[in-house]
């Protein structure tokens, strides 16, 4: 009886211990929200983020000798805290969002070939849909005035305003 007893503690030793939901989001949320993950998606913003830093600094009266040196600076410092409010913040959604079953399902996945894979490309897969997104955010910009000044027009609609304006509008929209 006591050998039986000690083969199945032994045996259940062999056995992968599941990890709490916490440990399972954690896990997640370090290759969902990876530095390289984070980085792409912050070099894909750059320019926007850039844009604007630089649009304020001279509002303020500030021109910066040699911008590129600030902006190496200013973002290394940005992607290390980014990644790790990410990371936090997007552990703590998975933990809201989904069971403990299939957080563990979820960390199984990523530690597969498959799920390894995609952590691997998600870089490339962001870096591509923010890079698709502007292209069909313009495209969308373009032919949306047309739809915009046919439903105006079709539902009577002045916004309140004036002929001459509704003319400005249109002329814009065109």
């Keep these: 009886m006591k050998h039986m007893i000690v083969g ?10 599941a990890a709490d939901p916490k440990t399972d989001a954690d896990y997640i949320a370090s290759h969902v929200a990876s530095v390289e993950a984070c980085d792409s998606a912050i070099k894909a913003q750059a320019p926007i983020m850039k844009s604007a830093i630089e649009n304020d600094l001279r509002k303020k009266g500030i021109t910066l000798s040699d911008i590129d040196v600030f902006f190496d600076i200013f973002f290394d410092e940005f992607l290390e805290l980014f990644v790790e409010k990410m990371q936090a913040r997007t552990a703590q959604l998975y933990v809201d969002i989904f069971s403990p079953q299939e957080l563990s399902d979820l960390a199984a996945f990523y530690k597969s070939e498959s799920g390894q894979a995609l952590i691997g490309k998600t870089p490339t897969i962001i870096q591509a849909s923010t890079e698709i997104g502007q292209i ?15 439903r105006l027009e079709a539902e009577g609609e002045s916004m309140g305003m004036d002929q001459s304006v509704m003319d400005k509008i249109r002329d814009a929209l065109r």
């Design 8 to 17: 199945i503690l032994l045996s259940l030793g062999a056995l992968p211990l």
């Design 136 to 150: 069909a955010g313009m495209e969308t910009g373009v032919e949306v005035n047309a739809r915009v000044m046919e």
